[in-house]
């Protein structure tokens, strides 16, 4: 499962981790409004024919965390307003003029890559109001999408899947990946693991001041684990197809019987310029090859198993076609 994807035919779409409050300390509303707010941001969400994907929420006294897929980052001022405009359409029809609405005047936010960063971050914004001391356990927390998670409310425009759909077929499903997810933890671990044996990052607490040292620290992680993901998630799919081992795939590139496998990474990594993850020079470099052996193999093998390489000929053919209408 990659971090963007395309929604409906729309353009690709990035997901995002949003803190906003009001700040100076002051509260974004009183406690008898949290239910409006979370309705204004699931009705936000779900307007605009789902170009606005909800994934998770989470409202406490002084802020709002929210993970939203966004076509590209200027939306994020778009839904804050939106959710903004929606809470104060409540505020109106319940004639509550003396309770003005919140206004976001403080905002963060950073773009999430990778599904175990998605994960983490899903973590921390659920975790937020026990560590908080809002509440002995995130469970007791009515005003977040932790309990649709876990499969006990339902919130409408919620995209659960998104996030939980890429752990959810190892053992145990999505529940135990889940309670997995969110399990304590001691505070000298530094990770989690799920089920599927994915390690996901422990993130700084919630904290008062919006989380600025987990946006921080979310900033500052590598590129470099986001394309060691892509590479891996291509190499499972290809051992997938053709039955090989990815360890020794990984270990012996150049043995005669993964010739195939090797082709056909290729491929999946390079299959039309906006889906490019890799270019041959960096996945020549993870194989220790030649990029010249790459594409000489590529090119062999094609014509022995054509079907194979059909992702690779569409890509082209989309190509191909783009440039013939401009």
């Excluded at 897929?69 to 319940?94: F, P």
């Excluded at 291509?234 to 270990?251: L, N, R």
Aim: proline share 4%; hydrophobic share 40%.
């Amino acid at each position: 499962m990659r971090s963007s994807e395309t929604l409906h035919g729309r353009a690709t779409q990035h997901i995002y981790y949003i803190v906003a409050g009001a700040g100076d300390g002051h509260r974004i509303c009183s406690d008898d409004r949290y239910s409006d707010l979370c309705d204004a941001i699931s009705t936000a969400a779900s307007k605009d024919g789902g170009s606005k994907r909800l994934l998770a929420y989470c409202v406490d006294h002084l802020w709002l965390r929210v993970i939203f897929g966004l076509d590209h980052a200027r939306g994020v001022g778009g839904i804050l307003r939106a959710i903004s405009d929606e809470y104060a359409l409540r505020a109106a029809l319940q004639q509550d003029v003396d309770r003005a609405p919140f206004l976001f005047a403080a905002i963060q936010y950073v773009r999430l890559r990778g599904i175990a960063t998605q994960l983490a971050v899903l973590r921390h914004c659920h975790l937020a109001p026990a560590q908080l001391g809002y509440v002995s356990r995130s469970a007791g927390w009515r005003w977040s999408s932790h309990r649709a998670y876990a499969g006990v409310d339902h919130v409408t425009g919620l995209h659960r899947g998104t996030i939980a759909s890429p752990v959810a077929h190892g053992p145990g499903g999505w529940p135990l990946a889940y309670r997995c997810l969110t399990a304590e933890t001691h505070s000298t671990q530094d990770a989690v693991l799920l089920p599927n044996m994915l390690e996901i990052r422990i993130l700084p607490h919630a904290h008062s001041d919006g989380d600025r040292s987990c946006l921080d620290v979310l900033r500052q992680l590598p590129a470099g684990r986001d394309l060691e993901r892509m590479l891996w998630e291509a190499v499972d799919d290809v051992c997938a197809t053709t039955g090989c081992d990815p360890e020794p795939f990984m270990a012996r590139p150049w043995d005669r019987q993964f010739r195939l496998e090797r082709a056909l990474l290729l491929d999946r990594m390079m299959a039309g310029r906006r889906l490019r993850r890799l270019t041959v020079d960096q996945l020549a470099a993870r194989l220790k090859c030649d990029r010249s052996a790459l594409y000489h193999t590529r090119k062999e093998l094609r014509f022995q198993f054509p079907d194979l390489f059909e992702n690779s000929d569409e890509g082209k053919r989309n190509s191909a076609k783009g440039r013939t209408n401009n």
